[in-house]
């Protein structure tokens, strides 16, 4: 089995940072694409950002410039650094990690770490 233990959430005001942090452990021989997921009250769960194995990153266009992933594959560690947050970001993050199960990729979540941002 696959764990994925979050950290980093909190309470921050608009303009702040916040670090996120989505650490994988248990029985994992590879892990390919990792990534951060959001649901805001109300909305789907949309894509924040994702990095392959190979460092290529994607993020969604409200974010871009101003969060950035980044991956520990020693550690099987991503992380999600928020700069300039704003109130529109208040939501709870999901990280999202493909691990090798067998012969595939399959996809693990965390348990989510809320993200409030305050005027």
């Known amino acids: 089995q696959v764990q994925l233990v979050e950290s980093g959430g909190g309470l921050v005001q608009a303009g702040g940072s916040l670090r996120l942090s989505c650490a994988a452990s248990?029985?994992?021989?590879?892990?390919?694409?990792m990534g951060w997921y959001r649901q805001a009250p109300g909305k789907q769960r949309e894509l924040v950002a994702h990095?392959?194995?190979?460092?290529?990153?994607n993020y969604a266009d409200a974010v871009k410039g101003r969060f950035t992933i980044s991956r520990d594959n020693a550690k099987n560690t991503v992380y999600l650094q928020m700069n300039s947050l704003k109130p529109e970001d208040t939501a709870v993050y999901y990280c999202?990690?493909?691990?090798?199960?067998?012969?595939?990729?399959?996809?693990?979540w965390g348990q989510g770490t809320q993200v409030i941002v305050s005027l």
């Open positions: 990095i392959t194995s190979g460092g290529t990153t």
């Open positions: 248990g029985n994992i021989f590879s892990i390919a694409t």
């Open positions: 999202n990690v493909h691990v090798l199960v067998g012969r595939s990729y399959t996809p693990y």
